[in-house]
């Protein structure tokens, strides 16, 4: 069975396309503002990937967590670094986030192992 980060992946690269090349440039300068955004500055990019998962939990939105946790892991994050993120959301969010906690955790579980396949 396909995991749902290789389908997240495959969607969001396929989707992020089409929306960049329907010739609208104030796409484009949005996606360029939010690239930039978490690029190393005073922050390094880790601690932007993981601040940016912290407001996508609490804001409950699954494809953004996802889309952190893969960009956290591509910047070295380990499970206890994920784990304290996780804490910091639920303690700002609430109980309400506990279903994303769910949902963070399974797929930081599925990139992990995808990653010690291929090793």
Known sequence: MEKEINNFRKYRTEMNDKILNSGFRDFKKFFALDNKAYINGALNTKTKELMGLVASMVLRCNDCILYHIDR???????????????????????????????????????????????Q
């Not at 591509?74 to 639920?90: H, S």
């Not at 969010?93 to 949902?103: D, T």
């Open 72 to 118: 956290s892991v591509q910047e070295g994050a380990t499970r206890q670094e994920f784990y304290e993120t996780f804490n910091i959301a639920l303690i700002v969010g609430g109980s309400i986030v506990i279903p994303h906690l769910r949902f963070a955790v399974q797929n930081l579980d599925d990139i992990f192992e995808e990653m010690e396949n291929e």
